[in-house]
C-alpha cells in the first residue's frame, strides 16, 4: 500500500470530505495560499478556491462562533487552530456554545463542525506553542475528542469526524506530521470511541495516547528483550472514552499504566485510573495503577528540558518495568 | 387595505409600507411580549418558575420593529434579554411559557429556561446566556447563508454591554471582510446591567463603532416601532443585495431592572419614570389612531386578545409534562449511545 | 557518613519484620553492639544491636510498624554530623502507612484485622485468596512493603496441595453464633498466626500414625533419687543439678535415635535426610502458646548438661527471647504433659521432622508379675511418625528402644 505522512494523510481526507458534500468548508488561519502553518491544507486553496478554503483574520473566538453559526446554518465547518494552545482564546464559542447548543435547545439543533487542533511539546516552541489540552475538552459534555496517532487513523477518524452530527475536536501531535505509514486511498472511516490495541502483551496493560503510543511501543520493544510482554493500547479518542477494552485488557494484563504528555495532574490517565478501579477489572490488579504524564510544568524552551517535561520511552521502560517487577 | 381610513399623505414610510392589518399584528406582537413577561414574573413571583429571568419591558418597539421585516428563513441570534426577539419571530407564547415552566412542552423541552429559548423552525437560533455569545454565531449563519446563495439575512440582537466584548469586534471585523448579510441590531438600554453606557465606553454610540468595521452606523429611536423598522428595513435591503452588514443602534430603555435580583440603585425614579412615559406601546396607538389604521375599540380588542394568549399559555404550561430525571443526559450527543 | 541502620534478615523466610520496640529514641546516643531495636517475626521477638557509635536519628520505621528486610529503619550519625533528611521516600515513606492501620483499627474489635496489622495485599491476590480458600494472613508477601501479590498466592496453593475446602471463618460470622457481650475478642498474633498455620499444614498434609508404649519407671525414679542426692555443692551451697524426669526423657529419646539412625530421619519432599546427630526439640507452653527449642546433639550431653540448658531455654522461652537458631532444625520433639495429669495423647509432627513423641503422666497401678499383682511407677508414650519417612517398623523400634532406656537408665551409659 502507498505510504502517506500524517499531514498528507489529513489533508487527503479534507479534500475527499470536499468532494463529498458540498457543506464542507475549511477555516482557519494561514491555511489558504500559505498551506497552512504545518503545511496541512498544502495547496488545498489552489483546488478548491478561497471560498471553502477561507483564511480566517486573526480572531479564534470569532471563528470558533463563525463555525458555531455555519452549522447551525447547515454547513460543514472544518475550523483549523494554528496552535492547540489557542483554543483558550475561544473556549467561550468551544464550550458554551458548541458543546451545549444542542443539549440547551432540547435536541432540535445539531453542531455538525470539526476542530483541529495542532498540538504537543518538542518543536523548541516553548509555554504557549507546545500545550496538550486535550484533556481540558474531553471534560466538557457535548464534545467528541478524538487524538489519532497514525496516518491512517488520522483520516479515517477525520472522516468520521467531518460525518459526526456533533462537534468533534481533532489533537494531532505536531511530531506526528511527518510520519509515514500506510494509508488506503479510498475515503474510510475509523469510528470515534473504539480504542485499538496496538500490541499484544501479556505482562502489563499500557494505555496511551498520541504520540506516546509510539514511544510506548518503542519501550514495549526493550522490554521484550528483558521478557516483559507489554500490551499497548491507543486510547485514540479521549470522549467518549472506551473504558471496555481497557478493562478486557487489565483483566488479563493485571497491570496497568497510562501515559500521556498533558499535564499528570487531572490528565487523561486520573480518569482511566478511576475507571478502572470503578470497575470489574479492580479485582484483577496486581500492583497499583502507574501515570507517566506531563510535569508539572509549563513546556520549557531549552530542549534537554523540554524533553524532561514529558514521558520519554527509556522512562517509560524504567516505568513499566518496576511496575511488572513489583518495585510499585 | 385599511380598515378605518386613509393614511396621512404626509405619514413615515413605515405606515405606509404595511397594511393596517400587518401593523395591527405588530401592536398585537408587542402587548403579546409585554404581557408575556408581565405574567412570567407574576407566575415567578408566586414560585410557579424558578431560576431567573431579564425582562425588557419597554423595550418591545425595537424587537417588532427589527424582526417585522424578516422571513421566516431568516435567522436571529438573540440575547438573554430575548423574550422580545422571539415573540417577534414568530414563536408562540404558550410554548415559550411552557419552558419557563421546565415542561417537555417547551421549546427546549426544559433543558434551556429562559435564557436560552429557541424555535429553529422559526429562524431562531436561540437567546445566548453568555454576553456577545450570539455575535459570531449570527456571522457564521450569515456565511452559510452565502455559502448557500440564499438571499436571506442573518439578525443579531446584542445590547450595549455586548459591545465591548471581543467577540464584538471580532465579529463585525469578519462580517465586514466577507461581505455577509449580517444586521447586527443593539439594544442600547443605557446600562450593562448596572454600569451606564457612559462609564463603559469612550464614544457616545455604540454605532459609532461600525465605522472601525467599515460598516454603516445607523442610529434609530428604540421606542418607536416606525423608526427602527425603517432603519432595519434599509439594512436588510443592503444584506441582500450583498452589500454586507450594517449595524443598527437602537436606544431604548428597560424599565424594570436587569434581572429579578436587581434592586435598581444606580438609577433615579425620575428616570425610569421618563422613559415611563416614552412607552413604546402607547406611542404606537396613539401613531395608529392618528393615522386613522385603527380605532379605539379595535386597540382594546387587540390587547384582550393577547391578554387572553397569554392567561392560556400560562395554563398550557402548568398543565405540561414534566422532565423525567433518568433522561438528564439525553441529547447531549445526536447519537445517544456516545 | 551516617551509618544506615538496617531491619535485618532474622529468620530464613522472612520478607518483612515487625520494630516491637524501640530500645533508644531520636537523638539518643548510642553504643556499638548494645541493643538497639526488637524485631518480632512470627515465631520470636529479636534484639538488634546498633551497628556503630554515634546519634540515633532519623526512625523511619517506628514501633508497631513493618518494613522489609534490609530497608532501612535509621540512621546512627557521628557526634556533630549534620543530619540529613530521612532518605529516599522508597523507604521512608514506606513504613509510614502502615503506622495508622493499629491505631485505627485496635479500637473497633470486630474489625476482620483484629491484630491491627492487616496484611497488605493487591486486589487481585485478595480475590485469589478468597477463591482458593487461603489466609491472606498466612501467606508472605513479596511486594513493596510486604504486599502479598497474586504469584504469592499462587506459591501458597501450590504449597499447599489440599488447601482448606472451606473458606476460613470470619470473626463476625463466628461472632454471630454468640450472645454479643459473651465473648472477648482475642487479637491472633504473629505467633498464633504461625502456628495456626503450620500446625494446620501438617494435620492436612503429612501422613501420621501413632504408636504407644508403657514404661516401668521404678529404676529410674530410683536412679533418679540417688542422682540428686549425690549431686555436689556449687558456689551458694546449692546443688549442681535436680533432674526431672523430662530430663532423662530427652536424654532416652537421644539416645534411642542413636540406636535406631533410620528414625533420626526429616522429610525432604524429593529426598529424606538422616541426621548424625540427635537434636530433640521439647514443647515449651508459654503465655499464649508454645516454643519448641531444640537441644542438639543430645547423645553427647550428660543428664547434669541436659537438664542444665533445658532450664535456660524454657526461660528464654517464656521470655520469647529464643533465637531461630535456638528453635529451628530438630530431628524430633517432645511434648510432654505429664504434670497436667495427662496419662496419653497424640502429639501433631512439627515438619519437616518425622516424630514426636507424646508423653503423659507417672501411675503407680498393679502389674502381674509371675502371677502376683505387683506395685509399678509407669507412663505412656505415643510417639507420632510421619509415614513418608518411617514406616511402622522402624516407628516401633525407636520407641523400643526408648523404653529399654526409660525402663534401665544405666543403658544411657553404655
Known amino acids: 500500500m502507498r505510504e502517506l505522512t500524517y499531514a498528507q494523510a489529513i489533508q487527503e481526507a479534507l479534500a475527499q470530505a470536499m468532494d463529498a458534500d458540498p457543506a464542507v468548508f475549511l477555516m482557519g488561519e494561514d491555511i489558504g495560499v500559505y498551506g497552512g502553518a504545518f503545511q496541512v491544507t498544502g495547496d488545498l486553496v489552489h483546488r478548491y478556491g478561497e471560498e471553502r478554503v477561507m483564511d480566517a483574520p486573526i480572531s479564534e473566538l470569532g471563528q470558533a462562533g463563525v463555525a458555531v453559526g455555519a452549522a447551525l446554518a447547515g454547513c460543514k465547518p472544518v475550523l483549523e487552530f494554528q496552535f492547540s494552545d489557542f483554543a483558550t482564546l475561544a473556549m467561550e464559542q468551544i464550550v458554551n456554545q458548541a458543546a451545549k447548543l444542542r443539549y440547551m435547545l432540547g435536541g432540535k439543533v445539531n453542531v455538525p463542525l470539526v476542530m483541529r487542533f495542532p498540538a504537543g511539546s518538542g518543536t523548541g516552541a516553548a509555554a504557549q506553542h507546545s500545550q496538550s489540552l486535550d484533556a481540558w475538552l474531553a471534560h466538557v459534555p457535548g464534545l467528541k475528542v478524538v487524538q489519532p496517532s497514525t496516518p491512517a487513523d488520522v483520516k479515517g477518524m477525520l472522516l468520521a469526524a467531518i460525518d459526526d452530527p456533533d462537534p468533534v475536536m481533532v489533537f494531532e501531535h505536531k511530531l506526528l506530521y511527518k510520519m509515514k505509514g500506510e494509508v488506503p486511498e479510498e475515503p474510510y472511516r475509523i469510528p470515534i470511541g473504539k480504542a485499538h490495541v496496538a500490541r499484544k502483551g501479556r505482562d502489563v496493560t499500557v494505555v496511551a495516547t498520541s504520540i506516546m503510543v509510539h514511544k510506548s511501543l518503542e519501550a514495549a520493544e526493550t522490554l521484550a528483550a528483558e521478557g516483559i510482554d507489554v500490551e499497548v493500547i491507543d486510547l485514540r479518542t479521549l470522549r467518549p472514552i472506551d473504558t471496555a477494552t481497557i478493562i478486557g485488557s487489565v483483566k488479563k494484563t493485571s497491570r496497568m499504566a497510562c501515559v500521556y504528555e498533558g499535564v499528570k495532574t487531572l490528565g487523561i490517565g486520573a480518569e482511566i485510573s478511576a475507571r478502572i478501579a470503578e470497575s470489574e477489572a479492580f479485582d484483577y490488579l496486581d500492583a497499583p495503577i502507574l501515570r507517566l504524564g506531563g510535569a508539572e510544568s509549563p513546556i520549557p524552551y531549552n530542549p534537554e528540558l523540554e524533553k524532561a517535561a514529558v514521558p520519554q520511552a527509556p522512562g517509560i521502560v524504567e516505568g513499566l518495568r518496576n511496575l511488572v517487577r513489583g518495585r510499585l | 387595505m385599511n380598515a378605518v381610513g386613509k393614511i396621512k399623505p404626509n405619514a413615515r414610510p413605515f405606515y405606509q409600507k404595511y397594511s393596517a392589518g400587518q401593523l395591527k399584528e405588530a401592536l398585537r406582537k408587542m402587548y403579546l411580549i409585554r404581557r408575556f413577561e408581565e405574567g412570567a414574573e407574576e407566575a415567578y413571583m408566586r414560585g410557579l418558575i424558578h431560576g431567573t429571568m431579564h425582562l425588557s419591558i419597554g423595550q418591545e418597539g425595537s424587537a417588532v420593529g427589527a424582526t417585522m421585516a424578516l422571513r421566516n428563513s431568516d435567522y436571529i441570534t438573540s440575547t438573554h434579554r430575548g423574550h422580545g426577539h422571539c415573540i417577534g419571530k414568530g414563536a408562540d407564547p404558550k410554548l415559550m411559557f411552557a419552558e419557563f415552566f421546565g415542561k417537555e412542552e417547551g421549546y427546549c423541552r426544559g433543558r434551556g429556561g429562559s435564557m436560552h429559548i429557541a424555535d429553529v423552525a422559526t429562524g431562531n437560533l436561540g437567546a445566548n446566556g453568555i454576553v456577545g455569545g450570539g455575535l459570531p454565531i449570527a456571522v457564521g449563519a450569515a456565511l452559510a447563508i452565502k455559502k448557500q446563495k440564499r438571499d436571506d439575512v442573518a439578525m443579531c440582537f446584542f445590547g450595549d454591554g455586548a459591545s465591548n466584548e471581543g467577540a464584538f469586534h471580532e465579529a463585525l471585523n469578519m462580517a465586514a471582510v466577507w461581505k455577509l448579510?449580517?444586521?447586527?441590531?443593539?439594544?442600547?438600554?443605557?446600562?450593562?446591567?448596572?454600569?451606564?453606557?457612559?462609564?463603559?465606553?469612550?464614544?457616545?454610540?455604540?454605532?459609532?463603532?461600525?465605522?472601525?468595521?467599515?460598516?454603516?452606523?445607523?442610529?434609530?429611536?428604540?421606542?418607536?416601532?416606525?423608526?427602527?423598522?425603517?432603519?432595519?428595513?434599509?439594512?436588510?435591503?443592503?444584506?441582500?443585495?450583498?452589500?454586507?452588514?450594517?449595524?443598527?443602534?437602537?436606544?431604548?430603555?428597560?424599565?424594570?431592572?436587569?434581572?429579578?435580583?436587581?434592586?435598581?440603585?444606580y438609577r433615579t425614579r425620575e428616570e425610569i419614570e421618563e422613559w415611563k412615559a416614552r412607552d413604546p406601546i402607547p406611542h404606537f396607538e396613539a401613531e395608529l389612531m392618528a393615522h386613522g389604521l385603527a380605532t379605539e375599540a379595535e386597540v382594546n380588542a387587540i390587547r384582550n386578545s393577547a391578554e387572553a394568549e397569554i392567561a392560556a399559555g400560562i395554563e398550557f404550561a402548568r398543565l405540561g409534562t414534566d422532565p423525567n430525571p433518568a433522561e438528564v443526559t439525553r441529547d447531549v450527543y445526536s447519537n445517544e449511545a456516545a | 557518613m551516617a551509618v544506615e541502620v538496617i531491619l535485618?534478615?532474622?529468620?530464613?523466610?522472612?520478607?518483612?519484620?515487625?520494630?516491637?520496640?524501640?530500645?533508644?529514641?531520636?537523638?539518643?546516643?548510642?553504643?556499638?553492639?548494645?541493643?538497639?531495636?526488637?524485631?518480632?517475626?512470627?515465631?520470636?521477638?529479636?534484639?538488634?544491636?546498633?551497628?556503630?557509635?554515634?546519634?540515633?536519628?532519623?526512625?523511619?520505621?517506628?514501633?508497631?510498624?513493618?518494613?522489609?528486610?534490609?530497608?532501612?529503619?535509621?540512621?546512627?550519625?557521628?557526634?556533630?554530623?549534620?543530619?540529613?533528611?530521612?532518605?529516599?521516600?522508597?523507604?521512608?515513606?514506606?513504613?509510614?502507612?502502615?503506622?495508622?492501620?493499629?491505631?485505627?483499627?485496635?479500637?473497633?474489635?470486630?474489625?476482620?484485622?483484629?491484630?491491627?496489622?492487616?496484611?497488605?495485599?493487591?486486589?487481585?491476590?485478595?480475590?485469589?485468596?478468597?477463591?482458593?480458600?487461603?489466609?491472606?494472613?498466612?501467606?508472605?508477601?513479596?511486594?513493596?512493603?510486604?504486599?502479598?501479590?497474586?504469584?504469592?498466592?499462587?506459591?501458597?496453593?501450590?504449597?499447599?496441595?489440599?488447601?482448606?475446602?472451606?473458606?476460613?471463618?470470619?470473626?463476625?460470622?463466628?461472632?454471630?453464633?454468640?450472645?454479643p457481650g459473651s465473648f472477648e475478642v482475642i487479637p491472633v498474633d504473629g505467633m498464633r498466626r504461625t502456628i495456626a498455620a503450620?500446625?494446620?499444614?501438617?494435620?492436612?498434609?503429612?501422613?501420621?500414625?501413632?504408636?504407644?508404649?508403657?514404661?516401668?519407671?521404678?529404676?529410674?525414679?530410683?536412679?533418679?533419687?540417688?542422682?540428686?542426692?549425690?549431686?555436689?555443692?556449687?558456689?551458694?551451697?546449692?546443688?549442681?543439678?535436680?533432674?526431672?524426669?523430662?530430663?532423662?526423657?530427652?536424654?532416652?529419646?537421644?539416645?534411642?535415635?542413636?540406636?535406631?539412625?533410620?528414625?533420626?530421619?526429616?522429610?525432604?519432599?524429593?529426598?529424606?535426610?538422616?541426621?548424625?546427630?540427635?537434636?530433640?526439640?521439647?514443647?515449651?507452653?508459654?503465655?499464649?502458646?508454645?516454643?519448641?527449642?531444640?537441644?542438639?546433639?543430645?547423645?553427647?550431653?550428660?543428664?547434669?548438661?541436659?537438664?542444665?540448658?533445658?532450664?535456660?531455654?524454657?526461660?528464654?522461652?517464656?521470655?520469647?527471647?529464643?533465637?531461630?537458631?535456638e528453635y529451628q532444625g530438630g530431628t524430633t520433639a517432645i511434648s510432654n504433659l505429664g504434670m497436667y495429669g495427662i496419662e496419653q495423647f497424640t502429639a501433631i509432627i512439627n515438619p519437616p521432622q518425622a516424630t514426636i513423641l507424646a508423653v503423659g503422666t507417672a501411675v503407680e497401678r498393679f502389674v502381674p508379675v509371675n502371677g502376683q499383682p505387683v506395685l509399678a511407677t509407669q507412663m505412656t508414650a505415643t510417639l507420632s511418625c510421619d509415614h513418608r519417612a518411617v514406616d511402622g517398623a522402624v516407628g516401633a523400634e525407636l520407641l523400643q528402644a526408648f523404653r529399654s532406656l526409660i525402663e534401665e537408665p544405666l543403658l544411657m551409659l553404655a
Open chain 3, 8 to 179: 535485618p534478615r532474622v529468620d530464613m523466610d522472612m520478607a518483612t519484620g515487625k520494630i516491637s520496640k524501640w530500645h533508644h529514641k531520636d537523638g539518643d546516643k548510642v553504643a556499638k553492639g548494645a541493643a538497639l531495636f526488637e524485631i518480632e517475626t512470627d515465631k520470636a521477638a529479636m534484639e538488634i544491636d546498633a551497628p556503630a557509635d554515634g546519634i540515633l536519628r532519623n526512625i523511619v520505621v517506628s514501633e508497631g510498624c513493618t518494613a522489609p528486610v534490609g530497608s532501612a529503619v535509621a540512621w546512627i550519625y557521628a557526634e556533630g554530623e549534620a543530619v540529613s533528611a530521612p532518605a529516599p521516600a522508597k523507604v521512608a515513606a514506606a513504613p509510614v502507612a502502615p503506622a495508622a492501620t493499629p491505631a485505627a483499627a485496635a479500637p473497633v474489635a470486630s474489625a476482620p484485622a483484629a491484630n491491627g496489622e492487616a496484611p497488605r495485599a493487591t486486589p487481585l491476590a485478595r480475590r485469589m485468596a478468597r477463591q482458593a480458600g487461603l489466609t491472606l494472613s498466612a501467606i508472605a508477601g513479596s511486594g513493596p512493603r510486604g504486599r502479598i501479590v497474586a504469584a504469592d498466592v499462587r506459591g501458597a496453593g501450590e504449597a499447599k496441595p489440599a488447601p482448606v475446602a472451606a473458606p476460613a471463618p470470619s470473626t463476625g460470622s463466628v461472632q454471630n453464633l454468640h450472645v
Open chain 2, 181 to 265: 448579510p449580517v444586521v447586527f441590531v443593539c439594544e442600547n438600554n443605557k446600562y450593562g446591567m448596572s454600569v451606564p453606557t457612559e462609564r463603559s465606553m469612550a464614544v457616545a454610540n455604540v454605532a459609532d463603532r461600525a465605522s472601525a468595521y467599515g460598516m454603516p452606523g445607523v442610529i434609530a429611536d428604540g421606542n418607536s416601532i416606525a423608526d427602527v423598522e425603517e432603519a432595519i428595513d434599509e439594512a436588510i435591503a443592503r444584506a441582500r443585495r450583498g452589500d454586507g452588514p450594517t449595524l443598527v443602534e437602537c436606544k431604548t430603555y428597560r424599565t424594570r431592572g436587569h434581572s429579578r435580583s436587581d434592586r435598581n440603585r
Open chain 3, 198 to 325: 503450620r500446625l494446620t499444614e501438617s494435620k492436612q498434609t503429612v501422613p501420621h500414625f501413632y504408636l504407644s508404649v508403657t514404661c516401668t519407671l521404678d529404676t529410674l525414679l530410683a536412679t533418679r533419687e540417688r542422682l540428686n542426692a549425690s549431686a555436689p555443692k556449687g558456689a551458694g551451697g546449692k546443688p549442681l543439678w535436680k533432674l526431672s524426669i523430662n530430663d532423662f526423657i530427652i536424654k532416652a529419646m537421644g539416645a534411642a535415635l542413636q540406636k535406631v539412625p533410620a528414625a533420626n530421619v526429616t522429610w525432604a519432599g524429593d529426598s529424606i535426610l538422616r541426621h548424625k546427630s540427635s537434636d530433640v526439640g521439647v514443647a515449651v507452653a508459654v503465655e499464649g502458646g508454645l516454643f519448641t527449642p531444640v537441644l542438639r546433639a543430645v547423645e553427647t550431653k550428660t543428664l547434669a548438661a541436659i537438664s542444665a540448658e533445658m532450664k535456660e531455654l524454657a526461660a528464654k522461652s517464656r521470655a520469647r527471647k529464643l533465637q531461630p537458631s
